[in-house]
């Protein structure tokens, strides 16, 4: 029973030790070079099940389970290029309401921005309106950013049965 309680002790001693050890080097550029190399690694290693279920699931689903953890941002990769093409063709026609091609194609740039900044930004935003050091300023720009995401998702969704041709 001693013999455990001193193992215990030793142990304890040796968790302080390697505590210290840890912080010394987070705070050396050894972490940055070594560390994070291969802690990188080995979570690709750990990853490679995982990405494998993921890789079987969209073979035979379509979709990955992973997909379903940001499905904007899914929607957004898988329907960014066709919309893009949509809308430098030629169309023959326009949703109803609208007065023409012209008109179509400007709310079609709405959408296409909205899914753009999505992919590049997130729900984030744009990192240059962060940098902007006057309050009411920086506020202004993220409300006017805000507002055209914003009336990107509507379009699309009010003209999602016009996406046609």
Same mark, same amino acid.
């Given at each position: 029973m001693?013999?455990i309680?001193?193992?215990?002790?030793?142990?304890?001693?040796?968790?302080?030790?390697? *505590?210290?050890?840890?912080?010394?080097l987070? *705070?050396?550029?050894?972490?940055?070079?070594?560390?994070?190399?291969?802690?990188?690694?080995?979570?690709?290693?750990?990853?490679?099940?995982?990405? +494998?279920?993921?890789?079987?699931?969209?073979l035979? %689903?379509?979709?990955?389970?992973c997909d379903?953890?940001?499905l904007?941002?899914?929607?957004?990769?898988?329907?960014?290029?066709?919309?893009?093409?949509?809308?430098k063709?030629?169309?023959?026609?326009?949703?109803?309401g609208?007065?023409?091609?012209? *008109?179509?194609?400007?709310?079609?740039?709405?959408?296409?921005?909205?899914?753009? *900044?999505?992919?590049?930004?997130?729900?984030?935003?744009?990192?240059? +309106?962060?940098?902007?050091?006057?309050?009411?300023? %920086?506020?202004k720009?993220i409300?006017?950013?805000?507002?055209?995401?914003?009336?990107?998702? %509507?379009?699309?969704?009010?003209?999602?049965?016009?996406?046609?041709?």
């Amino acid at each position: 029973m001693n013999n455990i309680r001193k193992l215990n002790n030793i142990k304890a001693e040796d968790d302080t030790l390697l *505590e210290k050890i840890d912080d010394w080097l987070w *705070e050396t550029k050894i972490v940055r070079i070594i560390y994070q190399p291969l802690r990188r690694l080995y979570m690709n290693i750990i990853e490679i099940p995982r990405k +494998i279920k993921w890789g079987l699931q969209s073979l035979f %689903r379509g979709y990955s389970d992973c997909d379903l953890w940001g499905l904007n941002t899914y929607i957004c990769k898988k329907t960014i290029k066709p919309l893009k093409a949509f809308r430098k063709m030629n169309k023959f026609g326009h949703p109803c309401g609208l007065k023409n091609n012209k *008109e179509w194609n400007k709310i079609l740039d709405r959408i296409i921005f909205m899914m753009d *900044e999505e992919l590049k930004n997130g729900c984030w935003g744009d990192d240059k +309106i962060y940098k902007i050091k006057d309050d009411k300023k %920086r506020h202004k720009k993220i409300n006017e950013y805000n507002n055209k995401i914003k009336e990107g998702c %509507r379009l699309f969704g009010e003209y999602f049965l016009g996406l046609w041709d």
